[in-house]
């Protein structure tokens, strides 16, 4: 699970100034709060990839049972699921590998 950026007390920079964050700490945790916006953003679109795939996979699924599909329309959903698969595998494999 990915870290929360540190939070800090309104009241503590007021009551403590020499505890306020510095430039170089709110730049860090700017940094970190677009990481995680990004990595967020990928997980999603890794889910809606696979979500795609899924439907295309049934679609294929129930069409190979039905002797009246178009052979062309199956191997062409094939390889659109095919496509599908290896793009949410990556994805994925990018999101893991952020949150690592």
Do not use: Y
């Given at each position: 699970m990915a870290?929360?950026?540190?939070?800090?007390?309104?009241?503590?920079?007021v009551?403590?100034?020499?505890?306020?964050?510095?430039?170089?700490?709110?730049v860090?945790?700017?940094?970190?709060?677009?990481?995680?916006?990004?990595?967020k953003t990928?997980?999603?679109?890794?889910?809606?990839?696979?979500?795609?795939?899924?439907?295309?996979?049934?679609?294929?699924?129930?069409s190979?049972?039905?002797?009246?599909?178009?052979?062309?329309?199956?191997?062409?959903?094939?390889?659109?699921?095919?496509?599908?698969?290896?793009?949410?595998?990556?994805?994925?494999?990018?999101?893991?590998?952020?949150?690592?």
């Amino acid at each position: 699970m990915a870290k929360s950026p540190p939070t800090v007390d309104p009241r503590a920079i007021v009551e403590t100034p020499e505890k306020s964050p510095t430039p170089q700490r709110l730049v860090a945790s700017m940094q970190e709060l677009s990481r995680l916006d990004r990595a967020k953003t990928g997980a999603h679109d890794a889910l809606r990839l696979w979500l795609r795939w899924n439907a295309i996979h049934e679609t294929l699924a129930k069409s190979m049972f039905n002797k009246r599909h178009d052979q062309t329309e199956l191997e062409r959903l094939m390889d659109e699921a095919e496509d599908l698969r290896r793009q949410a595998i990556q994805l994925s494999m990018e999101c893991l590998l952020e949150q690592g």
